[in-house]
Every structure is written in C-alpha cells, then in structure tokens.
C-alpha cells in the first residue's frame, strides 16, 4: 500500500483540486480517498462558518461518500475515480481518538490518498505535497510543522508574496511544481507521484501512534 497525503497552508489554495486530479490522473491505484475536517464549538475549521462539520453524540465521526454528482469534496473524489471516499471530521485537536477506527479502514485499501496536515502527527506517508500559494497570506500552524516532511512543493505561480515571517528554508532542496490554475495538476506532477506509488506497490502501511 501506497500512503500519499496532500496538504496546504491555507484553506482554498487548492488542495481538493489537486487530489482529485491525481486521482483522475491515477485511476489505476484504486484510492481511497479520505478527506480530514477539524471544527470547533459547532463551527467550521475551514472558514469559521456554520456547517455539519460537528457530530451531535460525540467527538469524532466516519462517514463513507456514496454520491457521485460532485457537490461535495469527498464526492469530488469518487467522480475523478477514487474506488472510496471517506470523510473524517473531528473536534479541533481529537483526531488521535479517530485514527485507530480510521486505520482499520485504511487497512482495506489498496492505496490511499488523505487530504490534511495534521493526519502526519500519525502517519509516514510514502509521500506527502503540500500545496501554496503566495497570494493567500495565511499560513497553517500544522502547515509549518510539517512543511520539512514534504516530498515536493507545489506552487501558485503568482506575482509577489503575502507571506509575512514565513521561511521556505525547510523545502529549499524539494523539487517545485508551479501550476497556474486551471488546471491544478500537470504531467510532470503526476509522473512524479506515480514513481512513488509504483514503487511501494504491496508495502506495509506505516502508522504511528501520537498525541495532538
């Protein structure tokens, strides 16, 4: 099994349309894709709106996407040819309390494909990406955790920089893709993910245990 995980500094830098490009573009890797959401006093992490994000009986939920006309992210997903898609959504700094029945689902895949940053307190993905943009001046704390563990950057190719004390220090030797959305994947990024994948084809998975 194959782990790949694509993450972002920020909300709506594209993060989505990158996984579900790479999931077009490598039907052959039967993915399940997983989608991670962390909310907060019944609002949601991504924007601070109201949403469903929160589960009414306890901290963590699992659902499995069966609807494919793409009006969600995870529906995104099984529409570029994920063979399942999960989404996760846990209370801000919970996710460790879903990760075990998490794990056991992951365990039935071929490959996995996760969207998030905060998933690699308790995974080593066989590659992670990570996703920025320039323009979008936020910049995750989780993104900057673990922005040294990425394999490769792939960049907004914008004017100018709205990043204020942000150091790209720790991916200076990565290899850069820049995408001028649309479209949000180009052939050399999916070349260089499919040499990961190909390469760990019928590997263990490798989780870790931790804490947030």
């Not at 609002?43 to 939920?61: E, F, N, R």
């Not at 969600?72 to 997903?77: A, E, G, K, Y």
């Amino acid at each position: 099994m194959a782990i790949v995980v694509i993450g972002g500094h920020s909300r709506s830098v594209g993060k989505t349309s990158v996984m579900a490009g790479l999931i077009a573009a490598l039907r052959e890797f039967d993915w399940m894709a997983v989608k991670i959401t962390q909310y907060g006093h019944g609002v949601c992490s991504a924007d601070g709106a109201a949403c469903d994000c929160a589960t009414d009986d306890h901290s963590w939920a699992i659902s499995e996407e069966k609807d494919r006309r793409g009006e969600s992210d995870t529906s995104r997903f099984l529409v570029a040819g994920a063979a399942r898609a999960l989404w996760v959504r846990t209370e801000q700094g919970r996710l460790a309390e879903a990760m075990p029945a998490l794990r056991k689902r992951l365990e039935q895949s071929r490959n996995v494909m996760v969207e998030s940053n905060s998933v690699l307190r308790f995974m080593r993905p066989d590659l992670y990406l990570t996703v920025l943009d320039p323009g979008t001046e936020d910049f995750k704390k989780s993104a900057q955790e673990f922005l040294d563990r990425a394999g490769a950057v792939i960049l907004h190719d914008v004017r100018g920089s709205a990043w204020q004390g942000v150091s790209l220090k720790p991916v200076a030797e990565r290899p850069v893709f820049r995408i001028a959305p649309p479209p949000y994947v180009t052939a050399e990024i999916v070349e260089f993910v499919r040499s990961y994948v190909t390469s760990k084809a019928g590997s263990s998975p490798s989780f870790q245990l931790g804490s947030e």
